[in-house]
């Protein structure tokens, strides 16, 4: 089984407590306390692996470990740890509250900037579709095609949910776990063919120095 | 009432008359109370006679609790017996010496199982002359039992089939508050926190517009004393209308509290201090005044979260409503369990934390608990903590109450990393907190939930995954070794009538070495939340009463050791019966029937070095000497059974 390490970012009552109920627990609370610190919880997805020919799917189980981050400003030196060594980071907004992209944008950033994992998976989420519903339009402060165009500069996977009726937040999760196993994929892949190069050109297996192993001499001063 | 001087320690004490007569309607009666530290017994049996002016009130209350016979309809000539302690029937009567009220258990059953037949419909008299119902007879014992406490299982294991049904059959002598009242300023008490620039944070009731110019009169009020006093004002205090006011000034906080209940200036501001502890736990002293120094006029309600309001909430409704003696007394409440099993938990954590300092280094874990959670209270069932070294209290309040919110709507199977300032601990850092809870099971009997967390409190802010990993590795290792039973159900709840002292109602007994406490277990017939609330309320008002006695204006026991009878007893009698018979409609059947007991409560305090023992007894005990013996019974009880009832060591590492 795979494990991936997924962080939710993103302002304040956007609803990422919201989208992790909707997708480990599949229900939804209108009158949610705000989180305090984080919470640390995980759930599994399945994902079909087709072979390069496209044929012979083979289920894949991922798990996924989630942080559920605090929104609010006086966490935010909490922040680097929950993020970094992610595998994922889902950057939430609220389509009806504008401030809050602006807010996400400056999480992309500061995970373009503090993450060096170029593999790192970042899943823009613009959440509370249900408000803005086609008789109620004018709700919605923050255009589809703003924050599109924003994630395809920026090489963000980027899609509109509700953790309230449950649209499209399964797909999410499933999109980042397909994305985070094409790459373990292609890494082994090309460990393998570093590992078979190596083993053409006749060197045989690495060997690896280790460091000696401490004697256990209690005299010696620096075991 | 010639009884009066037959217990009265001084010469009778001046009494208030409230100026108002309650009306026809109001089934109202006047109470007097009497206290005074009547010895003071060093241990070492010199007695210090301290002289302190007697505690007068006069209070006017609703008396509603006091009949309350609805829960035995066949019963009705039991009211005679909700004054008399008994025991189980099944316990061996191994106390000679009793008085005479409190003789043998049977013959008080058979003398009012004869009543109740004397009441009822032919019909079922026949029934029940052909034979001896003992089926009936059973129940009638059963009933008898309830009315008085007793409890399925008891601390020796032993178990009986008795529903458990508690009596609060303690009147209650105190103001009842409107509670319900929309208008703000009918609560008898509210709470209100500022910045010193006069904007709100936070107050107990009232909306925004409601509170703003309050907020403002309270600024100047505190800014007048500042610059013209450059003292800090404490308290004003309304004698006429028994309101009080207590002010704490912790720039760029300012708290006041409001009271209509007569409590002491000095309860009021140990409750802000807790208030202004929370906020505290919440930003740091260091992030606060960082926040106000850059903008005097800061709103501090941005930078606050939904959950901090409601949690200053929470906390604000235990300080007013609910028995809270975690704060009053300053100490904790501990789970009982046997001592090898409590020995065993502390092993196995102990051992762990030894052998997998890999996993967890020296220095990562600072503190942690096991705790049980049940109706928003916490006890201790394990503690985890370096040699010598203890969290204060107030501080592990605050935890319990983040934790009781954070996992009100959450689900058990996630675990949490807060970080939580402990304000006497250090309160300009922050520490943190991995927690998890491990177990969820109904309590006896009803629909309560308990739940069992695990707390771990690490300084490094990094510490999660070790502590998680620990925190894994130590419940799997309990439950493999089956230890976790020991503490997912409360085998060994304990009720007054357990152990044997007569003629009393309720007890808090405090250690003040473990700063730990044990009281009998508080539970109402079906659940019923708003007769909990009532009860709890009754008993927080009477422990208060008892506490102040004994205490000088700073807060402080008046003396190392004391030992203090009080009175609450009613004035006048005869009168209030007669005018109520030819009240309306609201008279039942049962009021114009029997007449309300007449209030006689009697309480005890004592304090030493060692422990604090609060005690209330049934209505109409007056007889000091036995109340003193059955004192030094329930001592005498939780020093038998202190291991069980008291965490002494905890897995020191």
Request: aromatic share 10%; charged share 25%; glycine share 4%.
């Amino acid at each position: 089984m795979l494990q991936f390490k997924l962080v939710l970012l993103g302002d304040s009552s956007v609803g990422k407590s919201s989208i992790v109920n909707r997708f480990v627990k599949d229900s939804f609370d209108e009158f949610r306390e705000s989180t305090i610190g984080a919470a640390f919880l995980s759930q599994t997805v399945t994902i079909k692996d087709s072979d390069a020919n496209g044929n012979e799917a083979q289920e894949v189980t991922v798990k996924f470990e989630i942080w559920d981050t605090a929104g609010q400003e006086r966490y935010k030196s909490l922040a680097p740890m929950y993020y970094r060594n992610a595998n994922a980071a889902l950057v939430v907004y609220d389509i009806t509250q504008a401030d809050s992209l602006e807010k996400a944008r400056s999480w992309v950033q500061e995970l373009k900037n503090k993450v060096d994992d170029d593999s790192l998976v970042i899943y823009l989420v613009g959440n509370k579709i249900d408000l803005a519903t086609d008789d109620d339009k004018d709700k919605r402060e923050v255009e589809e095609n703003v924050a599109k165009t924003y994630a395809e500069e920026n090489g963000l996977l980027f899609s509109e949910v509700s953790a309230k009726n449950g649209q499209g937040i399964q797909q999410v999760f499933r999109s980042i776990a397909e994305k985070l196993y094409d790459i373990r994929k292609k890494q082994d892949a090309t460990n393998n063919i570093n590992i078979n190069s190596s083993a053409q050109r006749g060197n045989g297996p690495v060997d690896i120095h280790l460091q000696r192993p401490s004697t256990n001499d209690s005299t010696s001063c620096c075991s | 009432m010639n009884v009066k001087d037959q217990y009265l320690d001084t010469a009778s004490t001046r009494s208030f008359r409230s100026g108002v007569r309650p009306s026809k309607s109001q089934s109202g009666f006047n109470i007097k109370t009497r206290g005074q530290p009547s010895l003071s017994i060093n241990l070492d049996n010199t007695i210090v006679q301290t002289i302190i002016p007697p505690v007068n009130n006069t209070l006017n209350g609703d008396n509603e609790d006091n009949v309350s016979l609805n829960n035995f309809p066949r019963l009705r000539s039991m009211q005679s017996i909700s004054s008399i302690v008994s025991r189980r029937p099944t316990r061996p009567n191994t106390v000679a010496d009793q008085l005479s009220v409190n003789t043998s258990f049977d013959p008080l059953i058979e003398q009012s199982f004869s009543y109740s037949n004397n009441i009822e419909d032919p019909s079922t008299r026949q029934a029940q002359d052909t034979a001896f119902n003992e089926e009936a007879r059973k129940d009638l014992i059963d009933r008898l039992a309830q009315s008085i406490y007793s409890y399925p299982a008891s601390l020796t294991g032993n178990s009986y089939g008795f529903k458990p049904v508690v009596s609060n059959e303690i009147p209650d002598v105190f103001i009842n508050d409107n509670q319900t009242s929309p208008d703000f300023k009918s609560h008898s008490k509210n709470f209100f926190i500022l910045t010193s620039a006069g904007k709100p944070i936070f107050s107990m009731f009232g909306e925004d517009k409601q509170i703003v110019p309050y907020m403002g009169i309270i600024n100047t009020v505190v800014s007048y004393f500042q610059i013209n006093e450059t003292t800090n004002i404490r308290t004003i205090k309304l004698n006429k209308t028994r309101q009080t006011f207590a002010f704490t000034n912790k720039a760029p906080i300012i708290l006041m509290a409001y009271s209509r209940r007569g409590e002491t200036t000095n309860e009021l501001m140990t409750q802000l201090d807790l208030l202004y502890s929370y906020l505290i736990s919440s930003i740091n002293e260091r992030q606060l005044k960082r926040l106000f120094h850059n903008r005097s006029n800061f709103d501090l309600r941005n930078y606050l979260e939904v959950t901090d309001f409601d949690n200053l909430r929470q906390i604000c409704s235990l300080l007013s409503n609910k028995l809270y003696p975690d704060f009053g007394l300053n100490a904790l409440q501990c789970f009982v369990m046997r001592k090898t099993e409590r020995a065993r938990i502390h092993d196995t954590i102990h051992n762990l934390l030894i052998n997998e300092s890999k996993d967890i280094p020296r220095g990562t874990l600072l503190y942690g608990l096991i705790l049980s959670h049940k109706r928003k209270m916490f006890k201790l069932c394990a503690v985890i903590r370096p040699k010598g070294h203890s969290l204060h209290t107030i501080d592990l309040q605050l935890l319990f109450s983040l934790i009781t919110h954070q996992f009100e709507n959450r689900d058990g199977d996630q675990e949490l990393w807060l970080p939580i300032c402990f304000p006497k601990f250090n309160s300009n850092g922050f520490l943190y907190s991995y927690i998890k809870y491990l177990s969820r099971s109904h309590a006896n009997n009803s629909s309560q939930m308990e739940d069992t967390v695990l707390v771990l409190i690490s300084a490094q802010k990094d510490a999660f995954y070790k502590l998680k990993t620990f925190g894994d590795k130590l419940w799997n290792k309990l439950q493999h070794d089956k230890l976790d039973e020991y503490f997912v159900k409360d085998r060994f709840k304990f009720r007054i009538s357990d152990i044997q002292a007569p003629l009393v109602h309720h007890f808090m007994y405090k250690i003040k070495k473990y700063v730990q406490y044990v009281m009998p277990e508080i539970e109402i017939h079906n659940d019923d939340a708003t007769k909990l609330t009532q009860y709890e309320c009754k008993l927080k008002k009477y422990y208060g009463h008892l506490y102040n006695s004994v205490v000088d204006d700073t807060g402080l026991p008046i003396n190392k050791t004391i030992l203090n009878y009080f009175h609450w007893e009613e004035e006048e009698e005869g009168e209030e019966g007669e005018e109520r018979e030819e009240g309306e409609d609201a008279i039942t059947e049962t009021q114009r029937d029997f007449k309300r007991e007449k209030i006689n409560m009697m309480g005890l305090i004592w304090i030493t070095p060692q422990f604090e023992l609060y005690l209330i007894c049934n209505n109409g005990v007056n007889n000091k000497e036995v109340v003193l013996r059955s004192a030094k019974r329930i001592i005498g009880w939780c020093k038998k059974y202190e291991s069980r009832l008291f965490i002494q060591e905890g897995a020191t590492f």
